[in-house]
């Protein structure tokens, strides 16, 4: 699953820990799995784990204590509820809009089918 379309590795890495945090597995000013045990988990190098720490410190999801590890930022969730959201506004609705036009369907449809779900 971690090998599977066409992000790159250490953003997929990114993206799981992210889906970690939001889900509570990781919770603010928690510890994080070092890059070694990453690594290990993932398969992969340890500087791969190490460019997904750089993306995910950067954008304040995560910070390192030295000698300690890398814990949960505080507000890192808000962070990344933000991030994607941007991104499906941005990116995946254009195209979900797109397909609703050339299937025929309506917002009703979609809001009917939504509610079934619940």
């Given amino acids: 699953m971690i090998y599977q379309n066409e992000k790159a590795i250490y953003v997929k890495i990114a993206d799981r820990l992210c889906d970690d945090i939001l889900s509570g597995k990781y919770r603010e000013e928690e510890r994080v799995p070092s890059i070694r045990e990453l690594a290990a988990e993932y398969e992969v190098n340890t500087n ?31 962070r990344i509820r933000h991030a994607r959201k941007k991104e499906f506004v941005n990116h995946e609705l254009p195209e979900f809009f797109r397909r609703l036009r050339l299937m025929g369907m309506t917002i009703e449809d979609v809001v009917k089918a939504w509610e079934e779900t619940r």
């Fill in 48 to 78: 791969t784990v190490l460019r997904t720490f750089d993306i995910l410190q950067r954008d304040e999801i995560i910070y390192q204590k030295r000698g300690i590890g890398v814990f949960v930022n505080h507000g890192a969730q808000r």
